[in-house]
């Protein structure tokens, strides 16, 4: 069984510039979370959504901003890079949330992001 | 969101067991206690999660308290492969958490297995 796909894998790109990363979940996992990984901070989350509607949202700004398709593949997108943005984007999916907490989430390998 | 404290790092000897602590004094009745590790260069896995019964699985086993104040995570024979940093974290459930879900990583654990 495929796990979660992200790409691409490595990306650079220079301030001001803006960015779109991709998400393939588990098939049949209809939730899919972003997360922002840096030395620093550490793992932070940035959204979730399911059935193609964000049901929550971390505390990053607005150039951060996601979707999802029917198919519930994923895309987030930032926007006006700055310095600070350079990390590793993790995706991560889970089934149809009934009892989330009896869920666990599926992590993909992640798109590790520079910004000259 | 309930916090949970765990050690900054531990060794151990390949094939030795291995337990890993994890203290969540302010747990509530109804939070999941969640253990994933992170390989290098690599996402969040998986390993186990529980809520109040002792659980075992292929990878591991998960002790929790009486009282639900801690937990150990237990590798039963650390291999090389073990090696990585191994986080803890409660996951609420309950009314408001309608299709929510959120995991809050602390710094977790770096075990380092000594050949």
Known sequence: ?116 | DAKTTQPNSMESNEEEPVHLPCNHSTISGTDYIHWYRQLPSQGPEYVIHGLTSNVNNRMASLAIAEDRKSSTLILHRATLRDAAVYYCILSPTGPGRAGSYQLTFGKGTKLSVIP
């Open chain 1, 1 to 116: 069984k495929a796990g979660v796909t992200q790409t691409p894998r490595y990306l650079i790109k220079t301030r001001g510039q803006q960015v779109t990363l991709s998400c393939s979940p588990i098939s049949g996992h209809r939730s899919v979370s972003w997360y922002q990984q840096t030395p620093g901070q550490g793992l932070q989350f940035l959204f979730e959504y399911f059935s193609e509607t964000q049901r929550n949202k971390g505390n990053f700004p607005g150039r951060f901003s996601g979707r999802q398709f029917s198919n519930s593949r994923s895309e987030m997108n930032v926007s006006t890079l700055e310095l600070g943005d350079s990390a590793l984007y993790l995706c991560a999916s889970s089934l149809v949330p009934g009892d989330r907490s009896n869920q666990p989430q599926h992590f993909g390998d992640g798109t590790r992001l520079s910004i000259l």
